[in-house]
Structures are given as structure tokens and as C-alpha cells.
């Protein structure tokens, strides 16, 4: 067996997956705990280890409309393209992104009647 069919099993069932799942997880526990950073590091670790899956761009987003809790602004631009990008990810678009834009935008459009 050549070693790029074994590097491709290995990707697929091996440890990349289950590496994949434990950033996830590890984020969505330093985000709970408002550790916005940590978040951010553990969901770019995810989404290096598999690019082609939206979950961990869809979290991404999630990080960046909760930084206004921590004292940072929210970042309704950086959400944006978190969430789309999750949309167009080539293996496992992450669906749910879908309508957290459109509560993005609603979100965005409460904010201008309001301040502008």
C-alpha cells in the first residue's frame, strides 16, 4: 500500500477527524467561559486540520458577534465572512450558517434605525 493511499485513510478515520471534533469542542468550552481568544485559536485549529468543513468558520463567526459581552465591539464584518465562508465550504457546508446571517443582518438592520 503506498504511503499517500494510508495518509488519505488516515485523514478520513483516523486521527485528523477526531483532532478536528476535540478543537471544536475545546472552543465552543473557552467560549462558553467568554475566553473569546482561546476560542478563536481552538476554531482556526479546527478549520486548518479540515478546511473543507464550515462547522469550525460558523463558530468563527459565532466568536466574533459575541465579543461585545467582553467589552470589544462586535464584529458584524468578520461574522459576515465567517459565516459565508462556513456556507461554502467545499466538503460539509455548515447549513445552520444560513440563518444565523439572516439574524445577522436583522441584527445590523435594528442598529441603524436605531443610531443613524
Excluded at 19 to 33: A, E, K, M, P, Q
Excluded at 66 to 78: F, I, M, R, T
Amino acid at each position: 500500500q503506498s504511503q499517500r493511499s494510508t495518509d488519505s485513510s488516515i485523514e478520513q478515520t483516523g486521527v485528523v477527524p477526531t483532532l478536528h471534533r476535540l478543537y471544536i469542542y475545546l472552543g465552543d468550552l473557552h467560549r462558553y467561559t467568554c475566553s473569546y481568544p482561546s476560542a478563536d485559536a481552538a476554531y482556526a485549529k479546527a478549520s486548518c486540520l479540515a478546511p473543507g468543513k464550515g462547522n469550525p468558520y460558523n463558530q468563527l463567526a459565532v466568536v466574533a458577534q459575541l465579543k461585545d459581552s467582553s467589552g470589544a465591539h462586535p464584529l458584524p464584518a468578520v461574522a459576515l465572512y465567517w459565516y459565508c465562508r462556513s456556507l461554502l465550504a467545499v466538503h460539509d457546508a455548515f447549513e445552520t450558517s444560513r440563518s444565523n446571517v439572516e439574524r445577522l443582518f436583522m441584527a445590523n438592520a435594528k442598529w441603524i434605525e436605531k443610531n443613524v
